[in-house]
Every structure is written in C-alpha cells, then in structure tokens.
C-alpha cells in the first residue's frame, strides 16, 4: 500500500489543521493506521494510533483534547485532527500503516510498536509560529 500525506502548512498559534492520508494499492480497512512527527534534533513520536476496527484507538496523554485521529474506510482515507496549535507541535508529520494480523492495540502502536508500521507516507511539514 503507498501513502500520500497532505494537509501540513504554516498557521499562527490557536489555529487548527487536518491532516489527511490518503492509501492506495490496498484496501485501508485491513490496516491500523497512525500518526506520528518528528521535530528537529527529537526522536520519532507517536501521535494517535488505532486498529483496523478502530475499536483500540489511543492518543498520547499530552495530546488527548487536541489531536484526534479518524478513519474513512469508504475514501481509502485517515486523518489528524489537531486543534489549538502550539508551537511545540512544529514537526514534520508522518502516517503510517500495518496490515492488522497481530491484534495490536493502538496504544502499542503509538508508543512501542512504530517499527511494526510497513508502510509510511513522506511527511508533510507542520510550522506554528507564535
């Protein structure tokens, strides 16, 4: 399956985005999808997570309020939502997706389990200026 992010770009502090990934190749409803960013000079993390039957779904506790990630199966598509934007998020922004066998659960995925993501889109850069 490729992945095509979109949906990054510059906004001012207290705004909002949504990031959108788009699947092709395969069909997205056999795949836990996630979110993850990587800032400057930091290590990979995970943002939001959640399985194939998006029953698992898991955010980072820092990010529980302002980030929600969502699904479109019928669009082959998932999302990000982010809300009140601070500059701390400034990173560039990756999906990612793994064939659901395993029975992971969308936490594992986000903090431990990102190596198990096969499929990965190219980023798509998010700036918050103050």
């Known amino acids: 399956v490729q992945l095509q992010a979109s949906g990054g770009g510059v906004v001012q502090a207290g705004a909002s985005l949504r990031l959108s990934c788009t699947a092709s190749?395969?069909?997205?409803?056999?795949?836990?999808i996630g979110w993850f960013r990587q800032a400057p000079g930091k290590e990979r993390e995970g943002l939001s997570c959640?399985?194939?039957?998006?029953?698992?779904?898991h955010t980072v506790n820092s990010l529980k309020g302002r980030f929600t990630i969502s699904r479109d199966n019928a669009k082959n598509t998932f999302y990000l939502q982010m809300n009140n934007l601070k500059p701390g998020d400034t990173a560039v922004y990756y999906c990612?997706?793994?064939?659901?066998?395993?029975?992971?659960?969308?936490?594992?995925?986000?903090?431990?389990?990102?190596?198990?993501?096969?499929?990965w889109g190219q980023g798509t850069l998010v700036t918050v200026s103050s």
């Open positions: 990612a997706a793994d064939l659901d066998i395993d029975n992971y659960s969308g936490e594992y995925y986000c903090r431990d389990g990102s190596d198990e993501f096969d499929y």
């Open positions: 190749g395969d069909t997205l409803a056999d795949y836990a």
């Open positions: 959640t399985t194939s039957d998006d029953l698992a779904r």
